[in-house]
T-cell receptor, first 114, second 115 residues
Framework: DVKVTQSSRYLVKRTGEKVFLECVQD?????MFWYRQDPGLGLRLIYF???????EKGDIPEGYSVSREKKERFSLILESASTNQTSMYLC?????????????FGDGTRLSIL | AQKITQTQPGMFVQEKEAVTLDCTYD???????LFWYKQPSSGEMIFLIY??????QNATEGRYSLNFQKARKSANLVISASQLGDSAMYFC????????????FGSGTRLQVQP
């Protein structure tokens, strides 16, 4: 069974801090994604990566960056955290190839910026 | 660009009854996939069902079925014989069937099953 692990379920940080959210998958998936979830807005794509050191911006990349140094790990970085980045963050991965493969999600990180 | 619309912020259903959660979509891609996910209060996203744009038959997975009407661009989720454990947020999502396959989500429907 695919396992996507996010390093923290809950995280509290202060405005201006540099924040790292880590995601690890154990199935050698090429594509990995970071989403942010807010009430009434569903999930929105921040960034995704389709290979080591390869990344593309999603719909809401402002204020975020990502790092993928190894295939299994995809990190989301808040360069200078702000209160409007308080949210639920979800990481996902998907194997290459056949259509219909669902994305596998981690359990999410509830991030509060004070 | 792809867009998913879920017009029901909240729904109630009696235990053992069937319920339909609405989803409409918009896309210019000829090949795409439609997904439904369940999110309990604990937060994890659970994949329920998939429908491909070229699939001739509606998808079914146990108590879940997808009422796919391509001409109307709708992909409603039907849950039969509701159970208390079905109480959760439900998200409709879509992606291209090629390329990076990032998901576009709707705003979700909160379903509450009453005993």
């Amino acid at each position: 069974d695919v396992k996507v692990t996010q390093s923290s379920r809950y995280l509290v940080k202060r405005t201006g801090e540099k924040v790292f959210l880590e995601c690890v998958q154990d199935m050698d998936h090429e594509n990995m994604f970071w989403y942010r979830q807010d009430p009434g807005l569903g999930l929105r794509l921040i960034y995704f990566s389709y290979d080591v050191k390869m990344k593309e911006k999603g719909d809401i990349p402002e204020g975020y960056s990502v790092s993928r140094e190894k295939k299994e790990r995809f990190s989301l970085i808040l360069e200078s955290a702000s209160t409007n980045q308080t949210s639920m963050y979800l990481c996902a991965s998907i194997p290459p190839g056949a259509k219909g493969q669902p994305q596998h999600f981690g359990d999410g990180t509830r991030l509060s910026i004070l | 660009a792809q867009k998913i619309t879920q017009t029901q912020p909240g729904m109630f259903v009696q235990e053992k009854e069937a319920v339909t959660l609405d989803c409409t979509y918009d896309t210019s891609d000829p090949s795409y996939g439609l997904f439904w996910y369940k999110q309990p209060s604990s937060g994890e996203m659970i994949f329920l069902i998939y429908q491909g744009s070229y699939d001739q038959q509606n998808a079914t997975e146990g108590r879940y079925s997808l009422n796919f009407q391509k001409a109307r661009k709708s992909a409603n989720l039907v849950i039969s014989a509701s159970q208390l454990g079905d109480s959760a947020m439900y998200f409709c999502a879509m992606s291209k069937n090629t390329g990076r396959r990032a998901l576009t989500f709707g705003s979700g429907t909160r379903l509450q099953v009453q005993p």
